[in-house]
């Protein structure tokens, strides 16, 4: 079974970094793409930034030239970092990753969400 170990939030002074970690572990045979969401009180989900397997990178505009995310492969773990921090960045952050994995039911295509990391920045 496919589960997702998210780690690194917690509270930073706006400017300050943070560094999110998701660590993947199963029966993995591949993985397709790795990305991070976030959700503020009120608000819906939203796609911070994902890699894909070619290392192609995607970002939301509000985080462009602040976050980076990268993966390291071999520890199918997938990173965020966080500088220049606002309060506006606060929320729950989430990784999910696609992938193919087995699984009781064979070999197929899955899809999971981490269990969400608080990231809180005061002014």
């Known amino acids: 079974q496919v589960q997702l170990v998210e780690s690194g939030g917690g509270l930073v002074q706006a400017g300050g970094s943070l560094r999110l970690s998701c660590a993947v572990s199963?029966?993995?045979?591949?993985?397709?793409?790795m990305g991070w969401s976030r959700q503020a009180p009120g608000n819906q989900r939203e796609l911070v930034a994902h890699?894909?397997?070619?290392?192609?990178?995607n970002y939301a505009d509000s985080v462009k030239g602040r976050f980076t995310i990268s993966n390291d492969n071999a520890k199918n773990t997938v990173y965020l970092q966080m500088n220049s921090l606002k309060p506006e960045d606060t929320a729950v952050y989430y990784c999910?990753?696609?992938?193919?994995?087995?699984?009781?039911?064979?070999?197929?295509?899955?899809?999971?969400w981490g269990q969400g990391t608080q990231v809180t920045v005061s002014s």
């Open positions: 199963g029966s993995i045979f591949s993985i397709n793409v």
């Open positions: 890699i894909t397997s070619g290392g192609s990178t």
């Open positions: 999910n990753v696609e992938g193919i994995a087995r699984d009781s039911d064979g070999i197929g295509s899955f899809s999971k």
